[in-house]
């Protein structure tokens, strides 16, 4: 289904100029999670996850999909979009927040959240192929990774937790 959203998007990009946006993150440290807690406990955080996503994007101005990806990888695609790079850091902030509000509980009754790294791209009228945005996206989550996970990169620019923090005050 991704796959195919993903190239209807692009075509509506060719034929009409219609922009997208797409976001693609993962769960940090999410082999962590399931060696400790199990793999129970990780269903139970990929089924969260997935639910969540879906409350928090349909509150957003566009026509949104949410799609698992693979694995603790989630994506999720934002339809005939407004160039605006403050609405996007505003909506990777909203999923950010909200999937790090989750609250889950071990057996023996200790809690514990999970913190995600979030890309994030539009598209361009130079993009050749239906995969140059997730190429761009996925880039993009590693660069969030790379600087220390529990962060977001929109369009090549990385906001760790204390610049987003900051930011607020």
Not at 39 to 51: D, E, F, P, R
Not at 73 to 80: A, G, N, V, W, Y
């Amino acid at each position: 289904m991704f796959d195919a959203d993903l190239h209807a998007a692009f075509d509506r990009l060719q034929d009409h100029g219609e922009l997208y946006a797409l976001y693609t993150f993962d769960i940090d440290h999410f082999k962590r999670v399931n060696d400790t807690y199990g793999h129970v406990s990780g269903n139970t955080i990929l089924q969260a996850v997935a639910k969540r996503l879906e409350q928090v994007v349909a509150n957003f101005d566009y026509p949104a999909q949410t799609y698992r990806t693979g694995g603790e990888e989630f994506s999720f695609l934002l339809i005939d979009v407004v160039e605006d790079f403050g609405k996007a850091t505003e909506y990777t902030t909203a999923v950010k927040d909200a999937l790090s509000d989750l609250t889950f509980h071990t057996e023996n009754g200790d809690e514990f959240h999970i913190t995600v790294s979030i890309g994030q791209d539009r598209s361009v009228a130079d993009d050749r192929n239906y995969l140059d945005i997730y190429k761009r996206a996925d880039k993009y989550l590693y660069s969030s990774k790379n600087h220390g996970r529990n962060a977001i990169t929109i369009r090549g620019i990385t906001i760790g937790q204390a610049q987003r923090v900051q930011a607020r005050e």
